[in-house]
């Protein structure tokens, strides 16, 4: 997605599946590419900044912005981060 080139370090992406329900749980259907989010009924395309394909969700899925530390962990490039702010792309580096 625009804007977001520095957020997928070596292909490593990481969303958020804000779900208020404790029985929300997603899965990735790996065949089809998408993460599934069975309580709300919409399916979203991992390889597409997470936009929705099918269901009633309104908007793509909230990224976190990655990085690789120069020891190679896999890190947040954020201190803190919410949801909200990852949904507009509002969200601001540490």
């Not at 997928?8 to 929300?24: E, F, H, I, M, N």
């Not at 590419?33 to 979203?44: A, E, T, Y």
């Not at 395309?45 to 269901?55: L, R, S």
Request: proline residues 12%.
């Amino acid at each position: 997605m625009p804007g977001r080139e520095t957020w997928a370090p070596a292909g490593y992406v990481a969303y958020s599946k804000v779900a208020r329900t404790p029985a929300a749980r997603s899965a990735l259907r790996a065949q089809l590419q998408l993460l599934v989010c069975p309580c709300h009924q919409s399916m979203f395309d991992v390889t597409n900044g997470a936009v929705p394909k099918f269901g009633p969700a309104p908007r793509p899925l909230p990224q976190l912005p990655l990085q690789i530390t120069s020891d190679g962990y896999l890190v947040a490039q954020l201190a803190t981060i919410s949801p909200w702010a990852l949904a507009t792309g509002s969200a601001t580096r540490a």
